[in-house]
């Protein structure tokens, strides 16, 4: 079965840092394009960082540009978001996804029907930014 798991979300204070991770099970996430969304109450879907295929080259929504960094550990078979200086607007449900057919696949800022490129997804872990 293949399964991503995503973990290390929580409450911080603006200006902290969090990192998140996502573990695949059944399939290499070496292999695959892995992106990072979040989903903010009332708003669009937003991807913010993606890492490539076979790939150390990254991506980021302007909106994270410069606090947030993706990457990927192939022994733990986990990509990982590190997000430093986190803001109120970061506040938000964080799914990860991997798109595993050939080619440079990512998605980042909002775009409707992003989420369709990337056919496994995670269940979620909540980042809640708050004083």
């Known amino acids: 079965q293949l399964q991503l798991v995503e973990s290390g979300g929580g409450a911080v204070q603006p200006g902290g840092p969090l990192t998140l991770a996502c573990l695949a099970f059944?399939?290499?996430?070496?292999?695959?394009?892995v992106n990072w969304f979040r989903q903010a109450p009332g708003k669009e879907s937003e991807g913010v960082a993606c890492?490539?295929?076979?790939?150390?080259?990254?991506n980021y929504a302007d909106s994270v540009k410069g606090r947030f960094t993706v990457s990927r550990d192939i022994i733990k078979n986990t990509v990982f978001l590190q997000m430093n200086n986190l803001k109120f607007e970061d506040t938000g449900v964080y799914y990860c996804?991997?798109?595993?057919?050939?080619?440079?696949?990512?998605?980042?800022?909002?775009?409707?029907?992003?989420?369709?490129?990337?056919?496994?997804w995670g269940q979620g872990t909540q980042v809640t930014v708050s004083s």
């Open positions: 996804a991997a798109a595993r057919r050939r080619g440079k696949i990512c998605s980042t800022g909002v775009v409707v029907g992003a989420g369709k490129l990337f056919e496994i």
């Open positions: 890492i490539y295929s076979n790939d150390t080259n990254t």
């Open positions: 059944g399939f290499d996430l070496a292999d695959a394009n």
